[in-house]
């Protein structure tokens, strides 16, 4: 039995710094939780459907092959294998997510560790904590109007480059990609940061920008209309970084424990998936979440993903990872103190997983 997707309707919305929204974000949640404590209560576990599986709801960023492990875990089986019943839901942004999952939406979120660390900063009373990480590596890339073979960083001096959010990891990693290469983010370029997520690539293709920052599939999509070419890896250029990860309220966890192994435990197997098959044969595994998108075409976008080491062969956060996440956040001024690893990481479940399928790999 295949794992339902369910994708919410985008909806456009004015220009907003993601520290306003940020604030709102957290004055919300501290009002809704004062009011009448947030979501679940923290001892109820998920009901179960009718086939006797765990009823899950995950909410995740954004759908795109950069997440292609997840999709393999839950177009082979592999949740159900676990005993959980998942629905996926596309949030559209780190805030919107973080929302569902604060509010009982959600149980589980897909997206960025910055988010979690600026809810605890708001002092959350019933925080997020991370306990599985996906991503290791940025996974957008520049894409041009026509094609470059020479391009350096410092060719975007003087250009408008079609960006994320402030406070997002996508914005936020290019802005240190410009550091090192001694590019002021304010006044060497433009930086638009006016359009919605996901629809930068339409921007681009309508005239919009000299360049633009897209995730897979949009990139090789607009490469296939002849509309852009990429030139460039920000998940090569800024090095290893832990950019997304799957996390949930503590009282959730404390109060499911089982239920986030099994989660777990499923996603080490979509992970073992793609990193021992060939980019063609993950494509076709996970061509029912991109119906949209060509199988040769989707299988580029996961070669892109593959060559540049995007995945963690195991799930866990590690404490170094944390901290360089931290001092990204640190540069780009978006982090006001420190936050404590122990507080927003929970490596149990993924460690268990790890040794697990170790064990299972050796018989």
């Known amino acids: 039995m295949k794992s339902t997707k369910k994708i919410v309707p985008y909806l456009p919305r004015r220009k907003r710094l993601w520290k ?14 004062c009011l009448g404590g947030c979501g679940k209560p923290p001892g109820k576990a998920t009901s179960r459907s009718l086939s006797g599986l765990s009823q899950v709801t995950l909410n995740e960023v954004a759908h795109s092959v950069f997440y292609a492990p997840m999709y393999a875990a839950m177009e082979n089986g592999y949740f159900e294998e676990e005993g959980i019943d998942l629905t996926l839901v596309t949030g559209f942004g780190a805030d919107k997510t973080m929302t569902a999952v604060l509010t009982g939406e959600a149980d589980i979120g897909f997206m960025g560790s910055e988010s979690t660390i600026y809810t605890y900063l708001g002092k959350t009373q019933d925080h997020v904590v991370n306990f599985a990480q996906l991503t290791q590596r940025a996974g957008n890339f520049l894409v041009s109007r026509e094609p470059v073979s020479d ?26 990609i410009l550091k090192k290469n001694n590019m002021d983010p304010n006044t060497d370029l433009s930086i638009d940061q006016s359009i919605d997520f996901g629809s930068t690539a339409a921007a681009f293709s309508g005239g919009q920008g000299d360049y633009t920052i897209e995730f897979e599939p949009y990139a090789t999509a607009l490469e296939a209309k002849g509309d852009g070419y990429v030139i460039a890896s920000l998940g090569e250029d800024s090095g290893y970084i832990p950019y997304t990860s799957f996390s949930a309220k503590k009282s959730f966890i404390d109060a499911n424990p089982e239920l986030i192994q099994s989660f777990t435990n499923a996603l080490q197997k979509g992970m073992d998936y793609v990193q021992q098959h060939s980019p063609e044969e993950i494509a076709k595994v996970i061509s ?76």
């Open 151 to 176: 391009f350096t960083w410092d060719s975007l001096k003087g250009k408008t480059v079609l960006g994320g959010r402030s406070g997002g990891m996508p914005q936020m990693v290019f802005e240190y």
């Open 20 to 33: 306003q929204r940020s604030a709102l974000l957290l004055s919300l949640t501290f009002l809704v939780c």
């Open 288 to 363: 029912p979440q991109f119906k949209e998108t060509d199988l040769t075409a989707l299988a580029s976008a996961v070669a892109r993903y593959k060559e540049q080491d995007t995945w963690k062969n195991n799930l866990i956060l590690e404490e170094e990872a944390f901290c360089l996440l931290q001092n990204i956040l640190e540069e780009a001024g978006e982090l006001s103190q420190r936050v404590p690893y122990e507080d927003l990481v929970n490596t149990h479940f993924a460690e268990v997983a790890n040794r697990t399928n170790n064990q299972g790999l050796s018989n």
